[in-house]
């Protein structure tokens, strides 16, 4: 078995054999890779569980702070609800959650399980990225903490011996900390690996050969059952597209959920950029997707679905360019946690008005809810 993993980079097994499988009944002949040498994820072959439109999720990411702040109440909750929208993602960073000595923040924890629980009750699905680092931005690109800045790509993916313990090892028990507390949850390991930073080749291998796969375990080990979220490297963007998904395979694990990004055509979404309708720029962007969905089946979902930057009024573009996004997720029965909303109206992509308390964008609410119906 061969998965180029990225850039369609040629790379080799190591010493393989060959198991037979029983899935329904069928014999599958798969290679199994062995634990030393190998740069791949081992795969058991097709999806055999088709993805069904009512287990996809669309909904909105939201900032992790205002899940302990006291910003989200009942009411949104239910508001979202009732314009059909199923599910939340919020996003925490490790270091707002576990402090520099291994100690947790108790109180934080205590807030965003009472928020968990009024999401859920008003019918809605939690979805939780845990985050690593936004940029390393330091030269030993080993270790950083709290107010200083984040942990880093590398001190996890690299393993690497710093503050005290090795990096992979303090976040897989971050993650079995995390996964013990809230079993209600869908959780994403590790949301966007290596933002902004650029990995070697040796990284990018012992992220998806040892990293992966041990953050994936370390979760199913508490949840045994629920689905988990797959996120690539750089969300598996090669220049604008999907383009990890042209070579990859499913995992072994057959609840997962396959996470990419943005899919916005000609990169409308950044700095009020108009797009020209050129069908093309939607063909590439989407090529990915369309390959892994038609080829396997697996379940897809956008984890920073088209974060449009706007304030006032929004160019028919750009909205255009949306809406074809949308049908296009739609067509590939992909999920996507549109980016983003905020109670406190933070960042340009704020999916609110500023001008009222709780209501979307008018343009946004249309293209969103029509793409769910």
């Not at 490790?94 to 399980?113: C, F, K, P, S």
């Not at 690109?141 to 090892?169: A, C, F």
């Not at 992966?212 to 949840?223: A, G, K, S």
Request: contains cysteine.
């Amino acid at each position: 078995m061969w998965i180029a993993v990225e850039l369609g980079a040629v790379r080799h097994l190591g010493a393989f054999g060959f198991i037979i499988l029983l899935s329904n009944g069928l014999g599958i002949i798969s290679p199994v890779v062995g634990s030393q040498g190998s740069d791949y994820i081992s795969s058991y072959g097709r999806i055999t569980h088709p993805h069904t439109r009512a287990g996809i999720y669309r909904g909105f990411a939201s900032f992790g702070q205002e899940w302990w702040d006291g910003s989200w109440e009942v009411g949104y909750f239910q508001e979202l609800k009732s314009l059909g929208f199923n599910a939340l993602m919020p996003t925490f960073w490790w270091a707002q959650i576990e402090n520099r000595d291994g100690t947790y923040q108790e109180a934080r924890l205590a807030a965003i399980q009472k928020t968990i629980t009024m999401a859920k009750n008003a019918g809605l699905e939690v979805i939780v990225g845990w985050r690593v680092s936004y940029e390393d931005g330091v030269a030993d690109k080993s270790w950083q903490w709290g107010s200083t800045g984040y942990p880093t790509h590398d001190y996890v993916n690299r393993n690497l011996q710093w503050g005290g313990e090795y990096g992979r090892t303090r976040y897989l028990d971050f993650l079995d900390a995390m996964s013990s507390r809230f079993p209600q949850i869908v959780h994403i390991p590790w949301q966007c690996p290596y933002h902004r930073e650029g990995p070697s080749d040796t990284d990018r291998s012992v992220f998806y050969s040892t990293t992966m796969p041990e953050m994936i375990q370390t979760i199913r080990n508490n949840i045994p059952d629920s689905p988990i979220v797959f996120v690539p490297i750089h969300q598996g963007l090669l220049g604008v597209e999907a383009g990890y998904y042209h070579d990859a395979e499913p995992l072994d694990d057959t609840n997962v959920i396959y996470g990419f990004g943005h899919m916005s055509p000609g990169k409308v979404e950044y700095d009020r950029n108009t797009w020209n309708y050129d069908m093309s720029q939607v063909d590439e962007v989407f090529e990915g997707i369309k390959i892994f969905r038609e080829t396997y089946d697996a379940p897809m979902m956008s984890v920073e679905y088209f974060p449009l930057e706007w304030s006032g009024s929004i160019d028919q573009s750009r909205l255009d360019a949306l809406e074809e996004s949308l049908r296009r997720m739609k067509t590939y029965d992909a999920g996507w946690m549109y980016w983003r909303i905020s109670i406190k109206h933070i960042g340009a992509n704020d999916v609110l008005d500023p001008n009222y308390d709780f209501e979307i964008q008018h343009d946004l609410l249309s293209l969103l809810q029509g793409a769910i119906t």
